[in-house]
């Protein structure tokens, strides 16, 4: 259980989190939340017991070697930062770890028991899939929200998934029933390059979160790292025919099916992003 002599005070917190494992999809989502962690120099709040909720055959414990040659053992964990944003009228609560391997109904308790020990006015779920998309378009981020007045004030819609769900499920579940404004975005990963990372969806997660929590985020090496991982792929897929049709299928599908997207309403977005970020550097 976490343990903390004093709460910090904050305004009007908005948590973020996201897990490592099945929601996770090219490490994408929890990606998203190591670059917030690093641009807004999150500070560490607490961690939650790892005995209480991981497996170490499953997921183990990890040993390293530090600059001046000392040896570190790093548990699994999940791990709580605050973050004071730069001229944003609200704090930060970033949720950081691995989906757990047990007891996951106690471990949602203690995630939103400490929601509610800050006074964290909106929760907001990270996640990545694999899909059928093209890596060479824009990554789609669905966001969705039970909560009726978000979907009005954000134009997101109720989720229609059904089928096993994991730990960011969970969590959305729970605030549902206890009354927390939450809502779910996720990232779509092409599922022909699975393997982890994918700053190209990190970063449409990023960009994301700049319009729905209305904040300028820093994006960093995070422009090149996607550029760079998408002319990778591109030499990858150039090397066999078959992956290379395949590509093209994708490319045409999904331009048949954003021909809406090319619209003033994109345009607009992205120009407040700019006029944001500008803002924030000025």
Not at 35 to 48: F, G, I, N, S, T
Not at 159 to 175: H, K, L, M, R
Not at 250 to 277: H, K, M, Q, V
Request: proline share 7%; net charge negative; with cysteine.
């Amino acid at each position: 259980m976490i343990e903390l002599d004093e709460f910090p005070a904050l305004v009007d917190p908005v948590m973020v989190a996201a897990f490592e494992g099945w929601n996770d999809a090219g490490e994408s989502a929890s990606g998203a939340i190591a670059h917030l962690r690093e641009v807004w120099d999150a500070q560490p709040l607490a961690d939650l017991d790892s005995e209480e909720y991981y497996d170490y055959q499953v997921n183990r414990p990890n040993i390293s070697i530090d600059e001046s040659g000392v040896r570190r053992l790093t548990w699994p964990a999940t791990r709580i930062y605050i973050a004071r944003v730069p001229l944003f009228p609200r704090d930060l609560v970033l949720v950081q770890g691995i989906e757990p391997n047990m007891k996951w109904q106690q471990f949602v308790r203690e995630v939103l028991g400490l929601a509610a020990e800050l006074e964290v006015s909106l929760v907001v779920t990270l996640g990545a899939l694999l899909s059928d998309i093209p890596h060479t378009r824009p990554v789609p981020v669905t966001g969705s929200t039970s909560d009726a007045s978000l979907q009005s004030e954000l134009g997101l819609e109720a989720s229609s998934y059904e089928g096993p769900t994991g730990i960011v499920g969970v969590i959305q579940d729970a605030c549902q029933r206890f009354g927390i404004p939450s809502l779910s975005l996720w990232a779509a990963v092409p599922h022909y390059v699975a393997q982890p990372p994918c700053p190209k969806a990190t970063l449409a997660l990023v960009r994301r979160i700049e319009d729905i929590l209305d904040v300028p985020v820093p994006l960093g090496d995070l422009v090149e790292e996607a550029r760079a991982w998408e002319i990778g792929v591109d030499e990858l897929a150039s090397e066999d025919d078959e992956v290379a049709d395949y590509v093209r299928q994708l490319e045409e599908a999904r331009d048949a099916a954003d021909l809406p997207e090319a619209s003033g309403e994109a345009i607009a977005r992205e120009f407040e992003r700019y006029l944001r970020r500008r803002g924030t550097a000025d």
